[in-house]
């Protein structure tokens, strides 16, 4: 009798102990199982914006922007005795991530009256360690507003014909760690036009980079080469070379350009001034942005 318990017990051990060892095998096995999960370049860009137009970031989900642009510059009017600058443009702006994928934002020009919008939506973004896309795609809509009206042959007092448009692909590739390129095909289309030579609709194609010089720091650049100018007015290619500096939820961005405005239809088709130090030439650019997740 006691020999039977004993090899009922024993061979209840066994097959305990035999099913412990089964489980750690299938343990180890899962272990051992690559886990493939999507991975994407993050950071291309620090902000929403590189120097003067959009870069291919939207922020993440529930993401809120409040941002100050301004540009200050001198004329070449000798009696000008302004304090650090003759003239100064501001705008003031609001941007909301409504998904990761989907930003848009509204803002205003204190000095012009410029009423501006923009969606933007992240088509597709680069994978890292050779998975997925070697780029990432942004598809950008803007619109202009001019509450004011300027000397203009064609305008008329409706309100489309004070609107403007702005249509980009942001094509954008992290190459190193801290050395990122961006391409922007660009299609412009204006309801009205300044001279009756001059088209209402325009093609460009912007150039940007950033390369990170510290771990807080970057050095950024855009140019704008416009493909059909305009006739009217003799108008050069937007030029920016600048630096962003960031810290925790603020991001400051100082600049060199040509240019004083704010909108994509202005600064990418309508700048009048060539890249140089002379008095009216030359505009610093300040922008501030303040970030919070909501």
């Known amino acids: ?69 301004s540009r200050y510059w001198n004329t070449t009017q000798e009696n000008s005795n302004s304090f650090i600058a003759d003239r100064v443009s501001t705008r003031l702006g609001a941007d909301y991530a409504i998904t990761d994928r989907f930003t848009t934002g509204v ?52 309100f489309f014909q004070k609107t403007a448009f702005t249509t980009q692909l942001l094509i954008a590739r992290k190459i190193t760690q801290d050395f990122s390129l961006q391409l922007s095909p660009t299609f412009v289309y204006r309801s009205s036009s300044r001279n009756i030579n001059d088209d209402n609709t325009q093609f460009a194609v912007g150039f940007g980079g950033r390369y990170k010089v510290a771990h807080h720091v970057s050095i950024v650049s855009e140019y704008y080469y416009v493909a059909n100018e305009l006739e009217s007015i003799e108008t050069f290619g937007a030029f920016a070379l600048g630096v962003n500096w960031s810290v925790r939820h603020i991001l400051l961005q100082f600049s060199m350009t040509n240019n004083p405005t704010f909108t994509e239809d202005s600064f990418i088709t309508q700048t009048r001034k060539n890249f140089n130090f002379r008095d009216g030439n030359f505009f610093f650019g300040f922008n501030a942005t303040y970030f919070l997740q909501l």
């Open 1 to 69: 009798m006691n020999n039977k318990v004993l090899h009922y017990i024993l061979a209840l051990v066994s097959l305990v102990y035999g099913q412990d060892l089964v489980a750690q095998d299938l343990l180890t096995l899962l272990d051992k199982e690559p886990i493939v999960q999507p991975e994407f370049a993050l950071s291309t860009f620090k902000g929403n914006r590189l120097s003067l137009g959009h870069s291919v970031e939207t922020r993440k989900k529930g993401a809120l922007e409040f941002t100050f642009m």
């Open 107 to 158: 803002g205003f020009g204190l000095s012009n009256g410029i009423v501006d919008g923009y969606a933007k939506y992240r088509i597709l973004r680069q994978g890292i360690n050779n998975n997925g896309s070697p780029i990432g795609i942004t598809g950008l809509q803007t619109a202009t507003y001019r509450s004011k009206s300027f000397n203009n042959i064609e305008e008329r007092d409706d």
